[in-house]
């Protein structure tokens, strides 16, 4: 088990172990961090959040927009640029999970953060100068067929030059998906897990940490966007590079101010001895209280004892409990302990606490299935609307900022009026998480509801309801991105193992890229369903002709499922129990 060799064990009796022991405290001086500060200084968390504002504002300035820059300067076809968008998408979701090995193994969070500003850099400037260079968007369109053929042609634009803003977009993909990975764990180590005072403050930096994630889109998707449209591309890119710049000049300015946790070692090594020793031991027996099972006090080199986390046996999963079961062979003198035969208690209950976790993440994945709804089939549902209001036409994709603005009054109504009205005693993650999987389950129906009155008025009168309908179901929309999305990245960094809080944390922001996968796939199997036989179907390009109205009963049904699913995980869910070494 790496980390362990660079320590002496002390073996220990589950049975003899004083109780003591696991009430103690591990203060932030430990030797598994570096330069700490006050708990209660503020300093380094609120500049991690606005980190956090300018690398979302740089992602959503490039993100937001690029098919149609594919689409209207390098000539791509509408099937093309949405392939290549979707691949560039996807891959920035995906990296997280190679960022986080990377922090929890060998680099820690702050080295992770750091390196990858600087590719969010490099990618970000090339990107802007790629766009500086004269393309065929000088030139006349490809659909301009009586254009001067003595000038360039639209399908002008080099491999070459293809080829940079490809690479370019590659390094920002690794760039942001190595800062989703480890930015938002390394500034929830800024608090002591220990500490009651600080307790609530972790909380509250989750909820503003997300809202910063929201601000980033919204100002990207306003003004990033119009100057591209309306100024320049390369000036619209240059805004983001821009932010991109300070972020990371900003970071490093403030390295004196943070708490850096080292890396223990590769947490997917561990995980595998711990499979491999319970197959090697699979004729013996585990007795109930688990006595006899190894685990040991880590003391540093130096001779100073750490305050490396162990972690309390628990009964289930009891197979796994063969890993940690000491026979004569393992105690052999003179016989270096082989990881691979002989585990730690808290090498199984790692592997444990991701088994169950597993099922709650699962039920993540629904959830961000339902809550993409709102960046698609609510958006078509308010283009069959009026979106004429008080004499303005408001797209509908804009009801998205009223969404974000009420993530923000959940934010404040809960920290405000409802934890006070509980004598300051919030609620449990699990029970904010369930609430938001109800949430979305009232949502659906919501939209369900309203697209039933907006067909019966259409096919009654011909007229349609104003696009004002919909705030309801944004509404509910927003409460649900709160207790589920924004608390679900809180409870999977506070139940993750030490070893493992950067992988939990991307995995938690992967829900949201398979969620909007899932949500693809259901929304196609829909449409190859309900259109055999020549019919219309439930989505089709008019929907005064479908029922999509059917398609949100769908979606609510298979919402509810998936809140009666995640009650029953959710009960059965044991949280993580650590005994701190001295």
Not at 43 to 60: D, K, Q, V, Y
Not at 61 to 85: C, E, M, P, Q
Not at 105 to 112: A, E
Not at 336 to 350: A, G, M, Y
Request: hydrophobic content about 45%; aromatic content about 12%.
């Amino acid at each position: 088990m790496e980390g362990v060799e660079e320590r002496r064990p002390l073996l220990i009796n589950r049975e003899e172990t004083n109780e003591s022991n696991q009430e103690k405290a591990v203060s932030c001086q430990g030797s598994d961090l570096e330069e700490p500060v006050a708990t209660s200084d503020w300093r380094a968390p609120a500049t991690i959040l606005g980190i956090e504002c300018l690398e979302s504002m740089a992602f959503n300035g490039i993100a937001t927009n690029l098919v149609v820059y594919l689409r209207t300067v390098l000539h791509d076809d509408n099937a093309s640029s949405a392939a290549k968008v979707s691949i560039w998408y996807g891959t920035s979701y995906f990296v997280p999970i190679v960022g986080a090995v990377l922090a929890d193994t060998w680099w820690g969070s702050y080295m992770t953060v750091m390196v990858s500003l600087i590719l969010y850099f490099l990618g970000m400037m090339g990107t802007t100068l790629s766009s500086l260079i004269p393309t065929a968007d000088l030139f006349p369109s490809c659909d301009d067929k009586d254009s001067d053929i003595t000038r360039t042609p639209c399908n002008a634009v080099s491999a070459p030059h293809k080829l940079e803003l490809y690479l370019c977009l590659f390094l920002i993909a690794l760039g942001c998906g190595g800062v989703r990975s480890s930015l938002l764990p390394f500034g929830a180590d800024q608090f002591i897990d220990t500490n009651h005072t600080d307790q609530p403050k972790k909380a509250l930096f989750f909820s503003w940490f997300y809202v910063c994630v929201i601000f980033g889109v919204i100002s990207s998707g306003t003004v990033v966007v119009w100057v591209q449209e309306n100024v320049s591309w390369s000036l619209g890119f240059a805004i983001s590079t821009f932010c991109v710049s300070l972020a990371l000049v900003w970071f490093l300015a403030c390295t004196a101010l943070y708490r850096r946790k080292v890396p223990s070692g590769s947490p997917l090594k561990s995980i595998c001895q711990v499979l491999v020793a319970s197959l090697r031991k699979i004729g013996l027996n585990v007795s109930k209280q688990g006595a006899s099972l190894f685990d040991v006090d880590y003391e540093s080199s130096n001779g100073e004892v750490g305050s490396l986390k162990r972690l309390a046996h628990t009964s289930d999963f009891r197979f796994l409990d063969k890993a940690a079961i000491m026979t004569d062979s393992d105690l052999e003198s003179n016989n270096p302990r082989n990881s691979w035969s002989l585990c730690t208690v808290t090498q199984v209950e790692e592997l444990k606490i991701l088994l169950r976790l597993a099922p709650i993440w699962a039920t993540g994945v629904l959830h961000s299935a339902a809550f993409s709804q709102m960046h698609t089939t609510f958006i078509q549902q308010g283009k069959a609307m009026d979106t004429t209001v008080l004499s303005f036409s408001v797209p509908a994709a804009s009801l998205y900022s009223f969404e974000v603005i009420c993530v923000v009054c959940w934010v404040f109504f809960y920290n405000k009026v409802v934890v006070p009205t509980m004598g300051g005693v919030p609620l449990s993650q699990l029970q904010r998480i369930g609430i938001g999987r109800f949430l979305i389950v009232l949502a659906m129906s919501a939209a369900a509801v309203l697209e039933m009155m907006r067909l019966e008025k259409f096919r009654n009168s011909g007229s349609v309801l104003n696009v004002t309908w919909q705030l309801p179901q944004y509404f509910i929309v927003a409460g649900s991105e709160f207790f589920s999305l924004i608390t679900q990245l809180e409870f999977f960094h506070g139940q993750a193992p030490d070893a493992l809080k950067n992988v939990c944390t991307a995995f938690a922001l992967l829900c949201i890229a398979l969620g909007n996968y899932l949500s693809s796939l259901i929304i196609t199997m829909v449409a190859l369903v309900t259109t055999k036989g020549g019919e219309s179907g439930w989505l089709p390009n008019d929907l005064n002709k479908g029922h999509m109205d059917y398609y949100f009963w769908m979606m609510t049904a298979i919402s509810g499922l998936n809140f009666v699913l995640y009650i029953i995980f959710a009960r059965r869910y044991k949280l993580k129990e650590a005994i701190l070494s001295t």
